[in-house]
């Protein structure tokens, strides 16, 4: 069940409403005043609401001036959540192998993102079923960002999801390359083409899998956190074009 | 010399001038009225004005509504010109090792490209020359489309151009491959995913070369014409960005 404490509003007008949905911890952010019903933006991110959040608050303040609500959710064994140890082994040992220059093991990727994905998926459907029996909030809904075999999961088997940004900034294991052929919503895939945490030519091979008939590739000069500010823009100009 | 006939006016008031400069024929779009100088962005295009002429004029109107002059040149070889007997072998041979399903010779992409490159390139710094003293044009210069070689020896030795959109649909000789880190404007590349009259790994390769720190590679599903309407916006809103 859904528990929402109390607002804030911040500035431009945008209220943010932090909630727990079964004890997960995530935010909300709408416009101040309700018109009709807004679709929904997923904002998916790498773990650590707090620490993320000044970066959430820029990302949902424009999906919010272009008429949709935003949310997120608690990354499982993010931020304040129990740790996953089995994962947080499998993150060391990826550092460890990159640092060391070596081959990213398939089993390494697998043991980091699966269990994620396993536990995600299901966490963002449950709250897609009580954000849209809240006043205001309607569908379609769109996904967001990173981690991109979570959002590609989610664009394989939530219809309610009808298009999607996916973030490729993070190992992708084999399977979820095969679940992506089975993908046919509207995507826009970033990619970070010097993102030393990623692998380029397994996110290329990601974008080739996706079965989707209308698929967009932008790849960038820089690193992780380098995406260009006009991405954002682009992201809107995709969103509109589809949730509207 | 650059030499204009008649001109005539368009649908929406772009103003059509067709020219010839030493003998190549060419097309030069402009708002009816001027109002301090423009300035200018070269159609790069694959041959044949004529066949082209529908196409070119949709992107020419997206360049004068945002404010841009345009011009289009024919290519050596392309329309009435002289056939270049040497380049019709080389385009042969592409198409039947295509064809046949067999890896194209770098031999026979040399024989093909580069001397397009190297005729096309000094008749498009030529134009440039004309076109800058006409009154209301004034710099700066984007390049726009394909032959994606003749864009990146453009962008490598012609300080005039400070922004340009490449269309990577066609076959890069090795050599032009190296000489792209040595260009450092910022770029659009497209790349359509699916085209079969391109290698795809062999576009990524001349992507990570070009040597410029704001890149950006768009790739769509599709094939060789089947580039998708928004991104003439994108390019629209890229060259806004660098241009003005």
Redesign the interface.
């Known amino acids: 069940m859904i528990q929402f404490s109390s607002g804030q509003r911040l500035d431009g007008g945008l209220l943010e409403r932090p909630f727990t949905l079964d004890g997960v911890p995530g935010l909300l952010w709408t416009a101040g005043t309700v018109s009709g019903t807004a679709p929904v933006i997923l904002l998916g991110h790498p773990g650590g609401l707090d620490g993320m959040r000044p970066r959430l608050v820029e990302r949902a303040r424009q999906c919010v001036a272009s008429g949709f609500v935003a949310a997120a959710l608690e990354l499982p064994g993010g931020g304040d959540r129990p740790r996953l140890p089995d994962v947080d082994r499998a993150r060391a040992d990826l550092r460890r192998a990159l640092e060391a220059g070596e081959a990213v093991a398939d089993d390494v990727v697998d043991r980091l993102v699966l269990p994620l994905v396993e536990r995600a998926v299901p966490e963002w459907r449950a709250l897609l079923d009580e954000l849209l029996a809240l006043p205001g909030i309607g569908g379609p809904v769109g996904y967001s960002g990173g981690v991109i075999s979570i959002g590609v999961r989610l664009a394989a088997v939530e219809p309610r999801i009808v298009a999607s940004v996916l973030f490729a900034g993070s190992y992708v294991p084999r399977s979820i390359v095969e679940e992506a052929r089975r993908v046919s919503i509207p995507l826009l895939v970033l990619l970070q083409?010097d993102d030393r945490w990623n692998d380029r030519g397994m996110a290329?091979d990601l974008?080739?899998a996706l079965g989707?008939?209308?698929?967009?590739?932008?790849?960038?000069?820089g690193g992780h956190t380098g995406v260009?500010a006009?991405e954002g823009d682009?992201a809107d100009?995709f969103f509109r074009?589809h949730l509207r």
């Open positions: 083409w290329l974008f080739d989707s008939a209308e698929k967009t590739l932008h790849a960038n000069t260009p006009f682009d100009r074009r």
